[in-house]
């Protein structure tokens, strides 16, 4: 495990997306977190904690065959998934971001959807997908509203800070964008 000081270091730096190439299948799926935790701004993998459940998730869905490991995440793109963020910025806690960074935030997704063009873009985290796109009423599960083509979800935070969500609903969660996704 990284130190205190390696940690600190990788504060507001930023991770790329994870998103197909060329020989890739057509996007499925575009999941957004909320923004990159230290960890995984330290070591380039999305969802890196160790007690995040993002990755059991994708899996016990059956959007993985197997459980990938963060450091797996360039996997996804095979599959049509993806992997962004709302605010680019790591930080230790989500809740160090600012409203107006997770509208600028919404605002680089509306941009970013209309490039590559994913079937469903799912937030993890309502709280932050109710600021980026000014839904303050917004609830969990498939959204009303589109951005083009692209359909808009919600999904429960999968952080391990998240204790209202189990592994077995969040598994739910996600198996139930998996349908609609196909």
Not at 86 to 100: C, F, G, I, N, Q
Request: charged residues 20%.
């Amino acid at each position: 495990m990284p130190s205190p000081a390696e940690l600190e270091a990788a504060r507001d730096k930023l991770l790329p997306d994870v998103l197909p190439g060329p020989d890739d299948p057509p996007l499925r799926v575009l999941f957004c977190g909320i923004n990159p935790g230290l960890l995984s701004a330290l070591t380039g993998h999305h969802f890196a904690r160790p007690g995040n459940r993002f990755w059991p998730a994708l899996h016990a869905s059956g959007f993985t065959p197997r459980l990938f490991a963060p450091s797996e995440q360039g996997l996804l793109p095979s599959l049509g998934l993806g992997i962004t963020n709302v605010a680019p910025r790591a930080t230790a806690r989500a809740d160090e971001l600012d409203d107006a960074e997770l509208v600028a935030g919404g605002e680089r997704l509306r941009g970013l959807v209309a490039e590559v063009r994913p079937a469903w873009l799912a937030v993890v985290g309502i709280g932050a997908y109710r600021v980026a796109f000014g839904d303050r009423r917004a609830a969990a599960g498939r959204q009303e509203r589109t951005l083009g083509d692209t359909g808009l979800w919600v999904l429960p935070n999968p952080s391990g800070l998240n204790a209202h969500q189990t592994p077995a609903t969040l598994a739910a969660a996600f198996r139930e964008l998996r349908d609609a996704a196909g």
